[in-house]
């Protein structure tokens, strides 16, 4: 049998230790008891809970209809029945008929009342955190790391005694924290309902760089200065476009600070994220020509009816305008919102694009010796291979290395290529060990099959020229990937050059 008195000093515990209202608790109880009474008797029946916290008791009763004469008595009582509970009542009218407990009803009403409880505590818990954290959705928090979810991709978070997940994707790439270490994440948003967590936090947001800048920077707090727009590649660089509202104050020094302890700052809380200070513009063919900056701009055609830019720029500052694995095209084009194409001089040529010269560089200008020796003499030479191209004389000449054994007879000489090229990766530089030693048994066949051939007069068998060619696409590989390489790593060091 249930027993009242046990019960609601249940309810009261319950309602203590989870931090939720009693009334949370009480509904619940009541929801379990009616669909323990559908499940054990009938689900159509009118069933209503009462709970008496002074008298601590519980009683669940039946309303039925009273009638004439009886159809369905899961619904119905008879008048004659209906007159022994009060006298008073008449046809038509409804009548609260006491249910009484047996004990497997009571065991099946536990059950349901406790499912409902969880259900009905986790929903006030979801309720009580989204309350807690409404009012700091898009604000920094520091959270303790108290360690990561079963699967692995998840940092778990103390945040004001709530749990929070930190997602890898959410993280700087390279970050790595213990437990127990107290980090900053930026709240993204504040959900009412989520299982997992309700709380999502990042580190990787533009915003949180908005936030952090914000910080350093009582310009901003004061709204003398406002920041327009933000890119990012989360621990690689970003870029952010101010305004200044005071003609007494200049927004970039602002933001970069006195030896730029404010910027240092907050790369420091970035993992050394380079942050690039560029001037916000209303028009946006000067915006763009800010934010490409290093990079001159000699042509920017907006195409009508869509949300693309085709950007023209020098020949010899192609891969500064894409950067490092496209880091630099991507910037411009987060920081812009629209989709920018990004072509060479003689590519817009030969592909058509229409060239405007409403950038900041005249063709006389871009074919001067000073422009054109001012872009490549920071260019390295790439050897060994830079002096070769893809023509029949210069495959010849790598044929002729090949024949006279430069890489083929001696190993150090492939030491000495895997040391001198340290960038290329590791399987690719294997592959092409193991194609040399192919190379070399074949070297060899061949020296005992031309000794054969003398010997009976024949003639020596020549290399076939798709045989080569099929040899020196590793070394083009290798070459492209080297050259793509050093510029990338020039093309970083005329980014900091130019904003340092």
Known sequence: MINGAALLGAINEIAMEKGIAKEVVLIGIKE???????RFFDTEAKIVVDIDEQAGTLKMFQILEVVEEVEDDWLEISFADAKKLNNAIQIGETIKKEIHFNEEFSRLAVIQVRQILQ??????ERANVYDKFANLEHTILPGKVTGMNEQGNSYLLDINGTQASLWKQKVIPGEKFEVNQIIEVYVEEVAKEDKISQVKVSRTAPAFLEKLLEREVPEIRNRLIAIKAISREPGVRAK?????YDDAIDAKGSLIGENSTR??????????????????DEDLTKFIMEAMAPVRVISINFIEGTEEIDVVVPNEQLSLAIGKKGVAARLVANLIKKRVNIYSYDDAQKFAIDINWNGNITLAELTSPEFIESTIRRKKPYQPFNNYAHTNTQYQSRNNNFNNNSFRN?????????NNFNLIN????????EEIKEIQAYDELTKQEEAIDESFGLSTPVLELEEIQQNLAAFDDLENKFE??????EDEEDYDEYYD
Do not use: C, P, T, Y
Request: glycine letters at 4%.
């Open 119 to 124: 259900q009905k505590i986790k929903g006030a």
């Open 410 to 418: 001696n190993d150090k000489d492939f030491d000495n290529f895997k």
């Open 240 to 244: 952010v476009a101010v305004v200044s």
């Open 32 to 38: 379990g008891f009616q669909k323990a009474h559908e």
């Open 484 to 489: 793509d390489d050093e510029i990338d790593d």
């Open 426 to 433: 590791e399987d690719e530089l294997l592959a092409l060990q």
């Open 263 to 280: 910027i240092d700052a907050v790369r420091k809380a970035l993992k050394d994220e380079r942050i690039d200070v560029i001037k916000w």
